[in-house]
């Protein structure tokens, strides 16, 4: 265990040369310098690939590493990355990648020079590989479950099998990839974290969890960790990307993220200038929104980006254990709460309504109107408890609801903690889990009632279903169940998923993905809640930083407008 550290936000600038000098000077121009600040409130378990599994981890380790494919923040479309090109065969099932000539891993100790390789095609097929592999790549795995031939042999053992039949490389550059089946998300799957490459050097050197320690191709290297206070990155001088007109990217010198879960303290330091950018905003924050310009200036002080994510809030349901064991309580508990009004009244119109179930609005082909929800409705919710044994709330335990720090996820328990006691007659306690504690309990089935969050790895309806896939519920209490963590399983929702992966129809595919989310609403594994919208406030010098409904982070072709540096200074009093 780490030793625990004060906080200090300012974090000298030395420490960004504590590393080898690189090997080409930074680029001077308009464009080119400075130091990228911001904070993360939520604890980062890990930035290794495998094990990345927030939006919090995703914004930190995608400026370390990459993958074959990105993701443009803009418009949220498949781009090239360490594959400059590929290329899919007639019966759409075999993918070959040609990797970008002369990318080198950073530098560090790790390898025999402390000089970065170039990346090879072996890498690729090893981290896949990686992946595939039960123990080490269980985050990620349901990323290519079911989807690359030879997977799940592999994964599960079967007959002896070595390798993943269906990863193949074919030179230093190519490596080809054989699918059980076409998939029109196969690109953006592969895109996601858990599919960036990292060279085999990393384990290597600092074992298979690499905590405090990260080695990838990125615009940026991990060059300083002090656990439970801050991370510096710096710029990587070797970095293969070019902006439109052939500038050398990143433009930033480095990026500097403290760790400070204090919201309050986060937005009190970008108010003074001390951090470029604030991801997430909490409540008693919001009203800050109307200081965006200084009145005794009138310049602005901070640009506003808002917009709604894909994403879903939901309450999971150990229904192993009672008395969520009973459909009628998990059901009672879900006609209890009032979305719309927990909406409007407590999240002050940031998020929108779970009005049907996990799948956000936003997919202009998917058939909402399909998946019928869950209403407010306190007099069945009422009957349905008295059914199950509790008329009144009467004899029913007192329940636990675990919730952590986040947007509005303290006062929603609070909202939903009132309207049980008043609909229903009981009583939970909210009880506050420790970060580094929250999820471990939740994947390991100790929690009994949490809160928990989904933000799409892909711009499909699919990826919210993912979460209830029968695959990914681990049969065994004993182990953790880091995708599925209420252990849904039902054969019925199961195969229309499977169906729908195979439909070639977009519409039937749809309407085969909509069917399994009713199946699933009808049995309440869970209770969706809201759908939010991301709010990112931004100094008015940088330039370049583009909001998106994945969350997405890319700092690549971020820059300072030294003029508007200057005429704010010019301003101050």
């Avoid at 298979?208 to 191709?217: E, L, S």
Wanted: net charge negative.
């Amino acid at each position: 265990m780490f030793p625990k550290r004060s906080f200090v936000f300012a974090i000298p600038l030395f420490l960004l040369a504590c590393s080898s000098a690189p090997e080409k000077p930074a680029p001077a121009g308009e464009r080119y310098g400075g130091i990228f600040n911001f904070n993360e409130a939520k604890t980062l378990r890990n930035i290794f690939p495998p094990e990345v599994t927030s939006v919090a981890e995703q914004r930190v380790a995608s400026q370390i590493y990459e993958g074959l494919v990105g993701i443009n923040p803009k418009d949220l479309k498949v781009r090239p990355a360490l594959a400059e090109d590929w290329e899919v065969d007639s019966t759409g099932v075999v993918y070959t990648f040609h990797l970008r000539p002369g990318v080198r891993f950073h530098d560090d100790p790790a390898f025999p020079d402390g000089k970065g390789r170039e990346l090879t095609a072996e890498d690729v097929a090893h981290c896949f590989t990686m992946v595939c592999t039960k123990g080490f790549g269980d985050n990620a795995y349901w990323l290519l479950q079911g989807k690359v031939q030879g997977a799940d042999n592999f994964h599960d053992g079967k007959d002896g099998v070595k390798d993943v039949s269906g990863i193949r490389v074919i030179d230093e550059a190519t490596v080809q990839f054989t699918l059980t089946a076409p998939d029109p998300n196969f690109l953006y799957s592969i895109a996601g974290a858990g599919c960036w490459i990292w060279p085999k050097e990393l384990t290597e050197a600092y074992g298979t969890d690499p905590k405090g320690h990260g080695i990838g191709t990125g615009p940026f290297r991990l060059v300083e960790t002090r656990p439970g206070d801050a991370l510096v990155l710096q710029r990587n001088a070797n970095y293969w990307g070019v902006d439109e007109e052939g500038r050398s990217l990143p433009y930033l010198d480095g990026v500097r993220i403290t760790l400070v879960p204090d919201q309050q303290r986060e937005m009190t330091e970008f108010l003074r200038g001390g951090l470029h950018m604030v991801s997430e905003l909490s409540l008693a924050n919001i009203g800050l929104l109307t200081d965006s310009i200084d009145t005794l200036t009138g310049q602005r002080r901070f640009s506003v980006s808002t917009m709604p994510t894909l994403s879903v809030q939901f309450y999971g349901l150990n229904s192993s254990k009672p008395p969520f064991n009973d459909i009628r309580v998990r059901r009672a508990f879900a006609l209890a709460i009032d979305r719309q009004m927990l909406v409007d009244s407590v999240l002050r119109g940031m998020a929108v309504e779970a009005e049907h179930g996990l799948v956000p609005p936003g997919f202009s082909s998917y058939p909402y109107d399909m998946v019928h929800g869950t209403p407010f409705a306190p007099d069945s919710a009422r009957k349905l408890l008295a059914s199950a044994g509790f008329p009144g709330g009467k004899g029913f335990p007192r329940v636990q609801l675990q919730v952590n720090n986040g947007f509005g996820y303290r006062e929603t328990a609070s909202f939903v903690q009132d309207a049980l006691e008043r609909e229903l007659g009981v009583g939970i306690t909210i009880s506050s889990v420790p970060d580094h504690e929250y999820f471990d309990r939740i994947e390991r089935g100790t929690a009994l009632f949490w809160r928990e969050g989904w933000v799409a790895d892909l711009p499909d309806p699919e990826n919210f279903l993912a979460l209830l896939d029968g695959r990914n519920a681990v049969a065994d209490t004993a182990l953790a169940s880091p995708l599925n963590t209420t252990r849904f399983a039902d054969p019925r929702f199961d195969g229309l998923l499977r169906q729908a992966s195979e439909e070639k129809d977009d519409t039937q595919r749809n309407i085969d993905l909509a069917s399994a989310e009713e199946l699933a609403m009808r049995s309440v594994p869970l209770i969706p809640l809201y759908h939010e919208r991301s709010m990112q406030l931004t100094r008015p010098n940088v330039i370049g930083l583009q909001a998106n409904a994945l969350e997405l982070l890319d700092l690549r072709s971020t820059w300072f407008h030294a003029a508007t540096v200057a005429k704010q200074e010019q301003a101050a009093p």
